[in-house]
């Protein structure tokens, strides 16, 4: 099946630092990449959608400055958290589908752990 | 608004029992219906989906959902579960036409020898 990587699986990091964590369809081109956040014992929440080449979309109230996304190539995708803030601990998880469409199946990375101190 | 509710937080049961995951959503167009297993520390993964055609769609690990247009609902169900299906399960819905997935807010499944 399609496997999707994410890293580091764990980081911590001192408030103020950013962070980038690394998105990566191992063995299919990614036309589209998912970046989403899951607080504790709550659902995912959709960050920002990216596709290869082209500036990201990011969901409302998600500040684009600070969760910086780029999709350089079909099938690597990152998301830079800049100055991160204990509030920005979360797990963050990617996700990738070759189509990008609706009925398109996305899979999903394995998440990063951000702590922030 | 557009949203997935998942009815029960957590979903207590014994081994070899059957289970159901109940899960509704809320549209006025069509949908592609999904559910996710996520176990500890670790990303999602499909257990199935519903694109069109046969309301009753099997998965992987013995899993099955059916599609209730009429309700609006995806419930899911094992008719015999094992300890090695804990876990926290996902409904997601697309919407037709659009490009984003709406998670529900997942549901423990928690299963005691």
């Known amino acids: 099946g399609a496997v999707v990587s994410q890293h580091p699986s764990r980081v911590i990091c001192k408030s103020g630092t950013s962070v980038k964590i690394e998105c990566r369809s191992l063995?299919?081109?990614?036309?589209?990449m998912f970046w989403y956040r899951q607080f504790p014992k709550k659902s995912l929440m959709l960050m920002a959608t990216?596709?290869?080449?082209?500036?990201?979309?990011?969901e409302q109230g998600v500040e684009k400055d600070k969760f910086l996304i780029n999709h350089a190539s079909l099938t690597l995708s990152t998301l830079t958290v800049t100055s991160a803030h204990p509030e920005d601990s979360s797990f963050y998880i990617c996700?990738?589908?070759?189509?990008?469409?609706?009925?398109?199946?996305?899979?999903f990375g394995p998440g990063t752990r951000l702590t922030v101190l | 608004a557009q949203s997935v509710t998942q009815l029960d937080s957590q979903v207590p049961v014994f081994e070899e029992a059957p289970v159901e995951l109940r899960c509704n959503y809320s549209?006025?167009?069509?949908?592609?219906l999904f559910w996710y297993v996520q176990y500890p520390n670790q990303g999602l993964q499909l257990l199935l989906k519903?694109?069109?055609?046969?309301?009753l769609v099997k998965g992987i690990n013995g899993f099955e959902a059916e599609f209730n247009k009429s309700q609006t609902s995806f419930h899911l169900r094992k008719p015999s579960v094992h300890i090695s299906d804990t876990a926290e399960y996902f409904c997601?819905?697309?919407?037709?036409?659009?490009?984003?997935?709406?998670f529900g807010a997942g549901t423990r499944l928690f299963v005691k020898a």
């Open positions: 549209s006025s167009v069509s949908v592609y």
């Open positions: 063995d299919f081109q990614a036309t589209t």
């Open positions: 519903y694109l069109s055609g046969s309301t």
């Open positions: 996700s990738a589908s070759s189509g990008g469409g609706a009925k398109d199946t996305q899979y």
């Open positions: 990216s596709n290869e080449g082209s500036k990201a979309t990011y």
């Open positions: 997601a819905v697309t919407y037709t036409g659009g490009f984003k997935t709406i």
